[in-house]
C-alpha cells in the first residue's frame, strides 16, 4: 500500500486511478482532489 501525501491516507498504487511522478518517485492519491493539491505544491507535502 501507499500512502496519500496529502491526506495521509492508505491507497491500493495497483487500483487508485490519480498517480502522479514527481522527481522521479510515483506517488498515489486516494481521489482527483488530493491529485490536484499536490500538483499545486509538491514541496509542500514531501517535507515533513
Ligand atoms: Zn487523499
Partial sequence: MAIDPVC???VDE???RYSYAFQGTSYYFCCQHCLETF???PAKYLKK
Avoid: P, S
Fill in 14 to 16: 495497483r487500483t487508485t
Fill in 39 to 41: 500538483k499545486k505544491d
Fill in 8 to 10: 495521509g491516507m492508505k
